[in-house]
């Protein structure tokens, strides 16, 4: 992406002239000074693009759970530091089923949850949904990070108050409905830290898809919840599987429990099939 590309390329650009101008090779055993000095420019680029992304966000007050019109413009910063962040993570993220979902369209998009990494890598790999996650509010306590996921039109669901997921799931329709998002909400409620495949799922989050009259995009993610125990030393090999694209018309018949069996049923046998991939 532009901002990974821009702080390899000023890395380079630093280390050429630093080698240049400072004299720095008198003898071919010289050759690590240049590959040192590469690394640390990268490293001091990589710091002053996240500091400025963040920067951005100063200015940005929030007004309610969710924002009436959300901004083009820090979706793009956001875009680039969700790149940048798996980039640095040393994360390689793989899709099946890629082609099921048409990005032309807003959808909603339900998956399992599995680690704090999830929203992340999925965003990464379908930035043209404009995917914005309705997640809990604690959240959106988390300074200049919760400006970001406020001007893109995240929103926060207040697990205690269900009346605060009325407005919520109100707005997240339409915005699916008016094209300017796709909407993520993991129907687990909380991240799933046992041995359980999949949390039961909360049935009020199958009003979200009806209300917003689209397509449920059900996807399964693997091994993100290994990202953080293998840092900075290793890699980490995330799977993502598209599992079902579910048209309005296939579901709109049923009800929020019956979704939520169907929806269990797939994100289950999914996930299982996938319990073999390795980091």
């Known amino acids: 992406m532009v901002l990974v590309f821009f702080d390899y390329l000023a890395a380079v650009i630093c280390t050429i002239v630093t080698s240049i101008f400072a004299n720095i090779i008198h003898n071919w055993y010289d050759f690590y000074i240049p590959i040192l000095l590469l690394i640390a420019f990268l490293l001091?680029?990589?710091?002053?693009?996240?500091?400025?992304?963040?920067?951005?966000?100063?200015?940005?007050?929030?007004?309610?759970?969710?924002?009436?019109?959300?901004?083009?413009?820090?979706?793009?910063?956001?875009?680039?530091?969700?790149?940048?962040?798996?980039?640095?993570?040393?994360?390689?993220?793989?899709?099946?089923?890629?082609e099921l979902i048409d990005q032309s369209k807003k959808v909603v998009v339900m998956a399992n949850h599995?680690?704090?990494?999830?929203?992340?890598?999925?965003?990464?790999?379908?930035?043209?949904?404009?995917?914005?996650?309705?997640?809990?509010?604690?959240?959106?306590?988390?300074?200049?990070?919760?400006?970001?996921?406020?001007?893109?039109?995240?929103?926060?669901?207040?697990?205690?108050?269900?009346?605060?997921?009325?407005?919520?799931?109100?707005?997240?329709?339409?915005?699916?409905?008016?094209?300017?998002?796709?909407?993520g909400i993991y129907p687990e409620g909380t991240r799933n830290t046992t041995s359980e495949p999949i949390l039961p799922l909360k049935a009020g989050a199958m009003n979200l898809p009806l209300k917003s009259e689209s397509d449920l995009v059900i996807i399964v993610t693997k091994n993100t919840e290994q990202i953080a125990k293998r840092w900075p030393l290793k890699s980490t090999k995330v799977k993502i599987k598209v599992c079902k694209v579910l048209k309005y018309e296939e579901y709109k018949d049923k009800s929020s429990f019956e979704i939520d069996e169907m929806v269990y049923n797939i994100l289950k046998e999914n996930y299982l099939g996938l319990k073999e991939y390795k980091a």
Request: some cysteine; aromatic content about 16%.
């Open 44 to 98: 001091g680029w990589f710091a002053f693009s996240l500091m400025c992304v963040l920067l951005l966000a100063l200015p940005v007050k929030i007004k309610g759970d969710y924002i009436e019109k959300p901004s083009s413009f820090y979706r793009f910063f956001f875009d680039q530091t969700v790149f940048f962040l798996c980039h640095l993570g040393r994360v390689k993220v793989s899709v099946d089923n890629y």
């Open 114 to 183: 599995r680690s704090k990494f999830d929203p992340i890598v999925v965003n990464m790999k379908f930035p043209k949904l404009k995917l914005a996650w309705i997640a809990k509010r604690s959240l959106f306590k988390m300074p200049l990070v919760s400006k970001y996921m406020y001007k893109c039109g995240f929103s926060p669901l207040d697990r205690e108050n269900p009346r605060q997921a009325v407005p919520v799931f109100k707005k997240s329709a339409e915005f699916v409905k008016s094209g300017k998002l796709s909407i």
